[in-house]
């Protein structure tokens, strides 16, 4: 079984919301693609007895815990008083963070208050964590079962001290066997419907199935044990797949998740050098925006005369519309794939977020055509980021469909 991990971190600003707790969720993913079972993310504010109970706490149920925050110069930090009152540790002098802290300032012509001398007392037989990016050094040091280490909140000084520092030792000091993450990337299908697809699949106790929605795509994951035979990895990988059809867009087969829908039509464009034209209304140009610099947008417009000229239209009546409009544009374009985008309802009826608007996407090419109708729901700057990105999902499917199957058309329903 993998080492339990803790995340901890200390700060009014942190519990009080003034600040988002960006560390605890990057710390979390490294710690998880070095091999560690995160358990818990807690946090704490400048409270002297509740750091002190949720040390001693940790001690007993974790491996190891990983604390930010709470290493400067003033009152309200307290990381250290608290590790050498709860641990029994008392706080000494360590005249090389003193010289380090000293030569920090100097070098950059400043004095250093008397108030950063603080940062110089550790507890007794902590390790010290040098800081090569700020005043406060780090330190580490074991209090029962757990191995704790005591980093700065300022993430530009926490994440290099983390990687060139910490995951070293942690490497050294657990035996960890990292896991494989799978993330199947999705559009144009909901979180409801994902798990009503997938209802019935069976998936084995060393695997961990979790679901992740943003704004532009919905995420299914999949941490697989280093122990997890490669060849039912790709089993069940491929039986999600079939079961979510050409609504998966990208599979990562690593942590880095890269793969995001533009990066992916990016390579099929480079890759059959194809030239794209869109004429859009209801994403207002932000689908053209999202493609900003990439070489093969060839034209882009938005269309506002069309909201006029389409209001009251049927579904059938869009398609019809939007493919005559394709059918005029195309022979002057020097594109290959033309998309429009159409939808028939007001633009009062666009900005009510009670109401609900259906988008019908068109794309024309030399080699056959597709389309799809969504009902978007929600805020007008939702509707218009769901219409941006699900015309450009119309592109993708076109590129990586069959050549044989060049002529599809799709519905969905989404909020």
Request: charged share 20%.
């Amino acid at each position: 079984m993998n080492p339990i991990l803790e995340i901890f971190s200390q700060g009014e600003e942190v519990v009080s919301g003034q600040i988002v707790d960006t560390n605890a969720a990057w710390l979390a993913e490294n710690a998880v693609r070095l091999g560690f079972n995160v358990s818990r993310h807690t946090a704490v504010g400048d409270k002297l007895n509740d750091l002190m109970a949720l040390l001693n706490a940790i001690a007993e149920r974790a491996d190891c815990c990983i604390c930010t925050g709470g290493l400067g110069p003033t009152s309200d930090d307290l990381t250290a008083q608290a590790v050498a009152q709860a641990f029994n540790k008392p706080l000494f002098f360590d005249e090389i963070a003193y010289a380090q802290m000293s030569h920090y300032f100097q070098i950059r012509n400043r004095s250093m208050p008397e108030s950063n001398r603080k940062q110089a007392f550790l507890p007794e037989n902590a390790e010290r964590i040098d800081n090569d990016f700020g005043t406060a050094p780090g330190f580490s040091l074991r209090h029962k079962r757990c191995w704790f280490v005591f980093l700065p909140g300022v993430p530009s000084e926490m994440r290099p001290m983390f990687l060139e520092k910490v995951q070293p030792a942690l490497k050294s000091r657990f035996a960890l066997k990292p896991g494989r993450l799978v993330t199947l990337r999705t559009m144009g299908i909901g979180e409801s419907d994902i798990q009503q697809r997938l209802q019935s699949l069976v998936v084995d106790p060393q695997v961990q199935l979790g679901f992740r929605a943003n704004g532009n795509e919905v995420q299914v994951k999949l941490l697989f044990t280093a122990e997890f035979p490669e060849t039912a990895c790709e089993r069940l990988i491929a039986e999600i797949h079939a079961s979510l059809g050409a609504h998966v867009f990208n599979i990562d087969r690593s942590d880095d998740l890269s793969g995001d829908l533009i990066a992916v039509i990016d390579q099929l464009m480079a890759a059959g050098e194809h030239k794209l034209a869109v004429i859009e209304t209801a994403s207002q140009g932000l689908l053209a925006a999202k493609c900003n610099g990439r070489p093969w947008l060839q034209a882009a417009c938005f269309e506002q005369a069309l909201l006029t000229s389409v209001l009251g239209f049927s579904a059938d009546q869009l398609f019809e519309t939007a493919k005559a409009l394709a059918l005029e544009k195309q022979p002057r374009s020097e594109a290959d794939l033309l998309l429009i985008q159409l939808f028939a309802e007001s633009y009062q009826h666009y900005c009510d977020k009670s109401q609900s608007i259906t988008v019908v996407s068109y794309l024309l090419a030399r080699a056959g055509q597709c389309q799809t109708i969504h009902t978007i729901a929600g805020p007008a700057n939702h509707k218009q980021n769901q219409a941006a990105m699900l015309g450009l999902d119309l592109v993708r499917r076109y590129l990586q469909a069959p050549t044989a199957s060049k002529s599809a058309s799709a519905s969905s329903s989404l909020c």
